[in-house]
Nanobody, 117 residues
Framework: QVQLVESGGGLVQPGGSLRLSCAAS????????MGWYRQAPGKQRELVATINGGGTSTYADLAKGRFTISRDNLKNTVYLQMNGLKPEDTALYYC???????????WGQGTQVTVSS
């Protein structure tokens, strides 16, 4: 059974930074592609960034140059460092794990990020 628990969201002023964390249970973490997605009110969920077990990362255009995804396989944790936050970054941020064998997706409950002055 996979459980993903996000933390680190909150209220931040424009231009500020936040670091999101996602702690995963289970034995598949180090083999799984981990991702961060976000969903703003009235909008579809969108990809922010992914990172594979070896540490290779990909970013959506919205994240390039501002966000950094990383992981610690010993702690079963993936991070999203967000700098230069903008009001349009306001959303519920979700952690995702993809099972490397079945390709099933697992989701956390989300952590709210609000960027406002």
């Amino acid at each position: 059974q996979v459980q993903l628990v996000e933390s680190g969201g909150g209220l931040v002023q424009p231009g500020g930074s936040l670091r999101l964390s996602c702690a995963a249970s289970g034995r598949l973490f180090s083999f799984s592609v981990m991702g961060w997605y976000r969903q703003a009110p009235g909008k579809q969920r969108e990809l922010v960034a992914t990172i594979n077990g070896g540490g290779t990362s990909t970013y959506a255009d919205l994240a390039k140059g501002r966000f950094t995804i990383s992981r610690d396989n010993l702690k079963n944790t993936v991070y999203l460092q967000m700098n230069g936050l903008k009001p349009e970054d306001t959303a519920l941020y979700y952690c995702n794990m993809r099972n490397p064998v079945t390709r099933a997706d697992y989701w956390g409950q989300g952590t709210q990020v609000t960027v406002s002055s």
